[in-house]
């Protein structure tokens, strides 16, 4: 009998998050002057740049999903479930936390930075939502995929409504997870797009990972949709909008990144699946797993999380692309060993935001929210 674990997993999460360190450390240190899109290095650094995020959370969709799919076949689902909540409030919480100014409120000033969305919001709040959509459709799991590559495509298809939706007559707070009028990086919506796909794919693998042809189709699959998606969704959009006249066809197709960036993340999967046997080195799975870790030491050093003092602070725009590249290897390899041997202060701090999580979803189940 064919193993369940999908290696290949870990190796795209490792890939994905080295993708971001890099890609953070340029886009903050780098000089103005070298940012030239005419130059071919600098634009294959921005198109990769560019599908590092749509990759993370279409994998963090794809593993969430199969992990619970599986517990329903081992009968720990509510386990499962419960984990993926205190999962999802303790990111959601840990992405306040890493933009809180705490030396800048000691000294009375106050403001509202703290609550703009970043990453880790966003895949915390989708994590709640697919659990609560999971348990919508009662856990069956045909029913459930059916809906999360509907609701992954009716996101991609309605973009150009509220790309510059501004929610002005909505609290703050909660403003700030539909729209980046007020600072966002990212919004739940296009966002919990790519992990509605990924948790459509989840379907798929733990439907027919035992298939013995389903590993060559799933790979095929993979390539020959994200490679239409890359280089014929949008020619695909130009002549449906030439014979229904539907503008708001034509505005997808004239500003079509999302389906063009889930091809880009298809094409990955299907390379990744294709090489996983050679993804199995210890210290990239261990890279792969450890992508929190990584993602909080990279936001405090680079950012300046809780002191304002951050690398950003120090050499903002200062480096030229030598010092940037060979900068940014040794940030990514020290970040990477610091996550990957951390010290125990990291599982102390995880510890008790884990508990407060469990706290926060235990109140709402007994509220019945």
């Not at 998050?17 to 940012?35: C, P, S, V």
């Not at 990453?119 to 709640?128: A, E, K, N, P, Y």
């Not at 989840?202 to 998606?229: C, D, M, W």
């Amino acid at each position: 009998m064919k193993s369940s674990r999908l290696y290949f997993i870990d190796a795209i999460r490792a890939f994905a998050i080295l993708m971001m360190l890099q890609g953070h450390f340029i886009d903050t240190l780098l000089a103005a002057e070298f940012r030239d899109p005419s130059n071919v290095a600098f634009r294959i650094w921005q198109y990769f740049r560019g599908i590092t995020a749509p990759t993370f959370f279409t994998i963090s969709g794809l593993i969430f999903t199969y992990l619970l799919m599986k517990a329903r076949a081992k009968g720990d689902v509510k386990e499962r479930i419960k984990k993926g909540v205190v999962r999802g409030f303790m990111l959601i919480g840990i992405g306040y936390l890493l933009r809180i100014p705490i030396f800048r409120w000691f000294t009375g000033k106050f403001g509202t930075y703290f609550m703009v969305i970043d990453v880790l919001q966003c895949i915390g709040l989708s994590l709640l939502l697919i659990v609560l959509l999971y348990k919508l459709v009662r856990q069956n799991h045909r029913t459930f995929s059916i809906l999360m590559i509907f609701i992954g495509t009716l996101i991609f298809a309605l973009e150009p409504l509220y790309r510059t939706y501004s929610a002005t007559n909505i609290p703050l707070f909660f403003a700030n997870y539909i729209t980046k009028a007020n600072g966002s990086i990212f919004t739940i919506i296009p966002w919990f797009g790519y992990m509605a796909y990924g948790a459509f794919i989840a379907f798929l693998f733990q439907e027919y990972l035992t298939h013995p042809k389903f590993r060559n189709s799933i790979i095929v699959g993979f390539l020959a949709i994200g490679l239409f998606l890359v280089n014929g969704s949008t020619a695909l959009l130009h002549y449906i909008f030439k014979f229904t006249q539907v503008q708001l066809i034509d505005d997808i197709a004239n500003f079509n990144y999302l389906f063009i960036r889930l091809g880009n993340v298809l094409v990955i999967f299907g390379i990744f699946y294709a090489l996983e046997r050679f993804l199995k080195h210890p210290i990239i799975l261990k890279i792969g797993q450890k992508t929190l870790s990584i993602y909080v030491i990279h936001f405090i050093v680079l950012y300046g999380s809780f002191t304002g003092w951050g690398l950003n602070r120090i050499l903002s725009k200062k480096l030229d692309p030598t010092q940037a590249v060979f900068g940014a290897l040794i940030f990514l390899v020290l970040v990477s060993l610091m996550a990957v041997y951390r010290i125990k202060a990291n599982t102390y701090v995880y510890a008790k935001l884990r508990t407060a999580a469990h706290k926060i979803s235990l109140l709402i189940s007994k509220r019945g929210i």
